[in-house]
């Protein structure tokens, strides 16, 4: 049941921050409006490595949501601000720096959780970390006030209720912490390993990031890729628990590569293509898990940071 919970608050995080950023982008040109995004989308990944260590420090694991619910709630109250005073400036990269910091506590605060919960098992990684692309598409589509004010809702509300109801769940997070503080680091080839695990992410961000689409950006297209990048993140859970390690590496490299290379011939290879880079995912976190044992928080936070040198990389042959 905690997975179940803690992908349905993700899938509501994410909505939320993107909600909150289309709100503000009523306010402010063009070129402040791509400043002010780009800052949210750095301080959410690139802090995650750092979030990620205090998470395995912390003896009470639900705080961090508890701060993150903070944050979340105070961007919107700014956001609501600058709409009614009409002012933008600084006030965007306030909104989303905190906006950032909030959805990067909540990410390594539930990855973490899901990894100690599931015993490091494929498919609730690859289920967790699914429903965020779900969460994005909807936000993208149906921002509006009431679906913000809704999200916080629901997501304090949900929060409340799992910290009430998860007492037992707080006591081995927080033995596994105690854990943490006595374990020694990693093998300099662990730390190798863990490299490599991030150029691949890194690499697949890039891929990902690469795929053009035939048709117009639409809503139903915005949806449709959204539930396409969380069906990936599920069957690559799924593959890598059932097919194997070495199965499931050589399926979804050829298959990447194979649909990568028709897509300038037959568009719904793009689609083809979305799904298998997005099955990348779960199969590098939990190796990520397993290298760094004891240490979930840092493992989802050095992959989470890995996935900006591959879309910035497109985003600057795009300009």
Not at 162 to 189: E, G, H, V, W
Not at 213 to 218: D, G, I, P, S, V
Not at 301 to 318: D, E, K, N, T
Request: charged share 10%; hydrophobic share 55%.
């Amino acid at each position: 049941m905690e997975i179940w919970i803690l992908s349905l608050i993700h899938l509501m995080v994410d909505a939320l921050c993107i909600c909150c950023l289309y709100l503000y982008a009523g306010h402010g040109d063009s070129q402040h409006i791509v400043e002010v995004f780009f800052t949210y989308t750095i301080c959410a990944f690139l802090s995650q490595p750092a979030t990620g260590i205090i998470a395995d420090k912390m003896r009470k694991g639900n705080m961090m949501m508890i701060v993150a619910v903070a944050l979340f709630a105070t961007s919107i109250a700014t956001t609501a601000v600058t709409e009614a005073i009409e002012m933008a400036g600084t006030a965007g990269f306030a909104i989303a720096s905190v906006l950032g910091i909030g959805n990067s506590f909540f990410h390594v605060w539930g990855g973490k959780i899901v990894a100690i919960a599931s015993s490091n098992d494929a498919r609730s990684i690859g289920f967790f970390v699914s429903t965020g692309a779900l969460g994005l598409a909807l936000g993208n589509v149906y921002y509006s006030w009431w679906m913000a004010c809704a999200l916080l809702v629901a997501i304090c509300a949900v929060t409340a209720v799992f910290t009430m109801c998860n007492m037992d769940r707080k006591a081995s997070i927080a033995a596994a912490y105690q854990k943490n503080n006595s374990a020694r680091l990693p093998q300099p080839l662990l730390w190798l390993s863990m490299f490599g695990l991030m150029c691949i992410v890194a690499a697949r961000s890039f891929a990902g990031s690469s795929i053009t689409f035939a048709e117009e950006k639409t809503e139903f297209a915005i949806l449709l890729a959204g539930a396409i990048s969380m069906a990936g993140k599920i069957a690559g859970g799924l593959m890598l628990k059932h097919l194997g390690t070495t199965n499931t590496a050589i399926s979804i490299a050829v298959m990447v590569a194979a649909s990568m290379l028709l897509t300038s011939t037959w568009h719904v290879a793009a689609y083809v293509s979305l799904f298998f880079v997005n099955c990348i995912m779960p199969f590098t976190l939990y190796f990520a898990n397993k290298l760094l044992k004891d240490r979930e928080g840092l493992a989802f936070g050095l992959l989470a940071a890995s996935l900006l040198p591959g879309y910035l990389l497109v985003m600057w042959q795009r300009l």
